[in-house]
């Protein structure tokens, strides 16, 4: 038989797990019947189908959470050998091994891979990430927006609120009360808005006050690590600029 | 100001240009005034200096309130951020990490040279006339040269590149390549200012600098 001649393919891993939010992480190896096209994502359901480690032991399955698998819901992101990227677009055959799972450290974690994004979705509201168009009444068509300009803006409402570029920032952390990159894109693609920039503002000063985007250090890792490749060192720079504006236009009182 | 961290980070990165990052090349022409002109040129420079007008509330608003700012919030805001330079090796993130960590060694340095010079000057240990023999007296001694040596790069690196990040955070480069360009104009000041200072070093080193207060300034360093 064919099987006796060539060695059985696996992948390694090397995951990083954790029981309960307040329990001790720790480490656990699986090695894995290799398949052609593999991702992390179908690794870890191969996990949760067969939940014996490398060393023959049966143990909980990992867990983990994903949706879409393109890479367009950003809720697998996961720490792979090293870098914060989306798990589904991870492909196993890309990876070197063993491939080492461990979740994000800027948020908190709920279990194994599964981190609370909450702080993210906070920052969302805080900053006003949406275009006010209810009323008690009907308001009519908001202005038009340019061609050109939309497609501009769609780069930018790529984004997933997946967190990676708030784990790639070094000044997103406990100490300090960054909001981080993410929603200062969102201020400059809801401001750029038509209808949105009726709000501007409200959006500049959310990010004009204690956590705000003051708390940018220009380390730039954020626009290196983004999955969907979004600008957001220019965002950031852009409402720099924005808030520094707003700021002298307040003190001058026009 | 009302305790809002906004104003108080846009105040401590324009502190850091004006008038800090002018009082550094400031004195780092003064200096140079040593390489130049020797010992006579120096003390020029200096004469100068301290015949300005107002000249203590020159160095009180220019220069002391300032540092003394610049340099406790800077400490906080190094102790708020991360170093991730092993698992994130790009340019930008090096930058970021030393802007930091050469932050805390220039106060350090700062609080030091202001130690063992400007306040002798004003206990009555040293005077203006003799400030150039007084610096050969310190950096002829290796430890100090090379304390002065990593001191000085340290604090016009984080000039330079503290006047890339002011660029970024008045929002006066916005885009990748506004950003690439103020880059290098920064490392090229990194460069000239720093060849200004060593320089100046050096001059001091040399035996023209040596004569009569030599022996007062060791006595100060004590």
């Keep these: 038989m064919a099987e006796t001649a060539t060695a059985k393919r696996t992948v390694k891993f ?25 991702n992390v994502i179908s690794a870890l359901m191969e996990i949760q189908r067969n939940p014996v480690n490398a060393q023959g032991t049966k143990t909980t399955p990992v867990c983990w959470e994903s949706n879409c698998l393109e890479e367009v819901c950003g809720a697998c992101s996961m720490i792979i050998n090293g870098k914060p990227r989306q798990a589904c677009s991870a492909l196993i055959d890309k990876l070197e091994q063993p491939i080492r799972l461990e979740p994000m450290t800027t948020f908190p974690v709920v279990r194994d891979l599964i981190v609370d994004r909450q702080r993210m979705f906070n920052a969302l509201k805080r900053v006003k990430a949406w275009i006010p168009i209810d009323g008690t009444y009907d308001l009519g068509p908001g202005p038009r927006m340019a061609e050109s300009k939309r497609q501009w803006a769609y780069e930018l409402s790529k984004c997933m609120t997946c967190g990676v570029c708030l784990e790639a920032c070094p000044n997103v952390n406990d100490r300090s009360s960054f909001i981080g990159p993410a929603p200062i894109s969102q201020v400059r693609l809801f401001n750029a808005h038509p209808t949105g920039a009726m709000n501007a503002h409200e959006r500049l000063e959310a990010l004009m006050e204690d956590g705000g985007i003051e708390g940018c250090g220009n380390s730039q890792n954020c626009v290196r690590s983004c999955p969907k490749g ?9 409402i720099n600029r924005e808030t520094t504006k707003h700021m002298f236009k307040r003190w001058l009182d026009l | 100001m009302s305790g809002n961290s906004y104003y108080s980070r846009k105040l401590h990165s324009l502190l850091g240009v004006i008038p800090l990052g002018l009082f550094l090349i400031e004195h780092a022409l003064t200096n140079y005034s040593a390489f130049e002109g020797g010992k006579e040129g120096f003390a020029e420079s200096v004469d100068f200096l301290h015949g300005l007008p107002l000249i203590f509330f020159l ?11 610049h340099g406790i919030y ?14 994130y090796q790009y340019g930008r993130n090096w930058a970021f990490a030393l802007q930091r960590i050469t932050g805390v060694v220039t106060f350090i340095f700062v609080i030091w040279h202001v130690w063992t010079t400007r306040v002798q000057v004003a206990l009555g240990n040293t005077s203006y006339d003799e400030l150039g023999s007084h610096m050969h007296s310190i950096v002829s001694q290796p430890a100090y040269f090379v304390i002065y040596f990593i001191a000085v790069l340290a604090a016009v690196f984080h000039f330079a590149n503290g006047l890339w990040a ?3 955070s008045w929002g006066i480069t916005v885009g990748p390549r506004a950003q690439r360009i103020s880059s290098n104009i920064c490392m090229g000041i990194f460069v000239i200012v720093s060849v200004l200072f060593l320089l100046s070093l050096f001059a001091f080193r040399s035996d023209e600098f040596a004569a009569a207060g030599a022996a007062l300034g060791s006595i100060s360093l004590g």
């Design chain 1, 14 to 38: 090397i995951i990083t797990r954790r029981d309960r939010p307040d329990s001790a992480p720790y480490k656990e190896e699986f090695e894995i019947p290799y398949r052609p096209n593999m």
């Design chain 2, 74 to 87: 800077g400490l906080y805001l190094a102790f708020t951020s991360d170093l991730n330079v092993t698992r």
């Design chain 2, 166 to 168: 002011f660029l970024v």
């Design chain 2, 59 to 69: 160095e009180l608003i220019l220069i002391w309130l300032p540092i003394a700012f």
């Design chain 1, 230 to 238: 979004i600008p957001l060192t220019t965002s950031i720079a852009a």
